[in-house]
């Protein structure tokens, strides 16, 4: 037996780049971008805290641009030159890299093909801090050869800085940072969500009480505003399949949510 939160809960696993919600920050962010990896600039740096959608700007950018622009996006991190060199290669030529000898070999074969195309490549990076120094290094001695220009995203958080570490700090040309999402755009954020997967009856179960509720817990990020209105659902699809009576099709109590935000250990009951 199904239940109509069922369909409602899966709106928000973390979509793919066709699930888009524009809000004010992520609207002038993902323009910022643009606009900077537009500019002749070897390194770019664009941070936030885990969760600010971060990773979602980057690949809307990658679907945006890929048949407008040599543009790559490496989403998962790589330690070793290697294994960096070889899928760079692939993606940039489309076609299985040979067994590049070194660095300075693998670097001549890209001057012939890039130069050619009279367009550095655009290398977007996510989850730069987990790349080790010296392949950072790396890659700035690819930018310096004027052939690639990388956009490195890492995250910023409470017990580390990165902007601190000298890789990054000295070398970076320009910086893009993103916030956690405001009142505004948390309301935003989730009455878009339910539109665009025609739910517009579900957004009435929401007033400012919930939206403020939920913003306390979640500090306006958006990966745990997923994961609280994931834990919601699942928790009134419980009640709507063995509890009917206790749910009113047109209101939600605000304990619903504060259930869903204790059973995730953002409320310490």
Do not use: C
């Not at 996006?73 to 330690?79: D, E």
């Not at 076609?95 to 300075?104: C, D, M, R, V």
């Not at 570490?165 to 956690?180: A, G, L, M, P, S």
């Amino acid at each position: 037996m199904n239940s109509l939160y069922s369909n409602l809960k899966t709106i928000f696993v973390d979509g793919e780049v066709f699930d888009y919600i524009h809000l004010d920050k992520s609207v002038s962010t993902y323009d910022k971008l643009v606009q900077t990896i537009d500019k002749p600039l070897k390194l770019i740096l664009f941070y936030g805290k885990p969760g600010t959608g971060k990773t979602f700007l980057l690949q809307k950018i990658y679907h945006d641009y890929k048949n407008e622009k040599p543009i790559v996006f490496f989403p998962r991190p790589f330690f070793e030159e290697k294994a960096f060199i070889e899928a760079l290669y692939e993606e940039v030529m489309k076609q299985k890299s040979p067994k590049f000898k070194h660095y300075n070999e693998f670097l001549e074969v890209m001057r012939e093909h890039i130069v050619s195309k009279e367009k550095a490549i655009t290398v977007l990076i996510d989850e730069a801090q987990l790349y080790p120094s010296d392949l950072i290094e790396k890659i700035r001695l690819m930018a310096d050869s004027r052939l690639f220009k990388f956009l490195f995203t890492v995250h910023k958080t409470d017990k580390e800085d990165l902007l601190a570490k000298d890789y990054f700090q000295t070398r970076i040309w320009e910086t893009i940072e993103i916030d956690n999402a405001s009142f505004k755009e948390i309301k935003t954020y989730i009455e878009k969500k339910l539109l665009f997967h025609k739910h517009f009856e579900h957004t009435t179960l929401f007033s400012d009480k919930h939206y403020k509720i939920i913003a306390t817990l979640t500090n306006g990020n958006l990966r745990s505003i997923n994961k609280l209105m994931y834990k919601l659902f699942e928790i009134l699809e419980y009640y709507d399949l063995n509890k009917p009576s206790h749910l009113s099709p047109h209101a939600l109590h605000v304990k619903y949510v504060q259930m869903a935000g204790i059973s995730l250990g953002m409320i310490h009951a």
